[in-house]
């Protein structure tokens, strides 16, 4: 029987939301809200944290803090999340934060800046909020961390480079942590989404047209919130689970081929929409 324990009591009430203003972050802390838990919001823009911050409030009548921080500046900015929290009882960590190029890319013309911020945000900010929140959970012998990776692990990504290792990070630190804290009782999941239609795909048209396989945020965080405390490990979406099975079928280096031929196509759109000739 499947475990109908509602969220607040089985983990916590109260849940953290990093990246949390626009796409699966936004709507994943609202389908937790919905569910009744009081909700941390974290994000860099103070007034995009207000805005969701009141839409959430008038919504589902939680309680709802707000914290500003800029995760590309590194281990800098954990001090002041840290006293922000210090007086929460954490019982869901989402680890949802991340970045992407702007575009697909070669190595050589990616800005040494986003090099940092990719590292900084993707494996950085995962790290250190898990750090952060497990001796509480630990204490308490309940809690759970999800985090948010890519499809993009499940094989090298030419063009894609750094954003797909940063995801391949992300899985193993993931799963060696389940079995750090195993027993605990923390639930630690990763998801690994397909194509969402959100900014982070802004580079190529075909990704900001809702479809079954590439669904809108709400429906992709309606979906990955039913998962947690059923599986560890999942795309979260059904289609997704549909296309992950199909693509797990050949080989990596088909796979990487694969990969390849998509980033051009995608780097194609970017170039197109520019107005500019693919180089």
Avoid: C
């Avoid at 599986?231 to 099975?245: C, D, L, P, R």
């Avoid at 088909?254 to 170039?271: K, P």
Wanted: hydrophobic share 40%; no cysteine; charged share 20%.
């Amino acid at each position: 029987m499947p475990d109908r324990t509602p969220l607040s009591v089985k983990y916590g009430k109260w849940a953290v939301v990093t990246g949390s203003t626009d796409g699966i972050g936004k709507e994943y802390a609202k389908e937790l809200a919905k569910r009744g838990l009081n909700i941390v919001l974290i994000s860099r823009t103070i007034e995009k944290l207000n805005k969701i911050a009141t839409e959430i409030v008038q919504e589902f009548n939680v309680e709802v803090k707000v914290i500003q921080a800029d995760f590309s500046k590194g281990q800098i900015v954990f001090d002041h999340i840290t006293k922000e929290l210090d007086d929460i009882e954490i019982g869901i960590l989402i680890n949802n934060v991340g970045m992407q190029y702007l575009y697909p890319m070669y190595m050589t013309e990616v800005p040494e800046s986003t090099v940092w911020d990719l590292v900084n945000v993707n494996v950085g900010a995962t790290t250190h909020m898990t750090k952060l929140v497990l001796p509480g959970m630990q204490k308490r012998k309940r809690g759970a961390i999800v985090n948010v990776s890519s499809s993009a692990e499940l094989q090298p990504m030419p063009l894609l480079a750094v954003y797909a290792a940063t995801k391949s990070y992300i899985k193993s630190f993931t799963e060696a942590l389940r079995i750090e804290y195993e027993e605990d009782n923390i639930t630690v999941q990763h998801l690994f989404p397909l194509f969402v239609n959100t900014k982070m795909n802004a580079f190529s048209y075909r990704l900001q047209e809702t479809t079954l396989f590439v669904p809108d945020a709400k429906t992709y965080a309606t979906n990955a919130v039913n998962t947690l405390g059923m599986v560890n490990h999942s795309t979260g979406y059904w289609a997704h689970g549909i296309q992950h099975f199909f693509m797990r079928l050949p080989p990596v280096w088909i796979r990487t081929l694969v990969g390849e031929f998509m980033t051009h196509s995608f780097r194609s759109d970017y170039f197109s929409k520019k107005g500019l000739k693919v180089e």
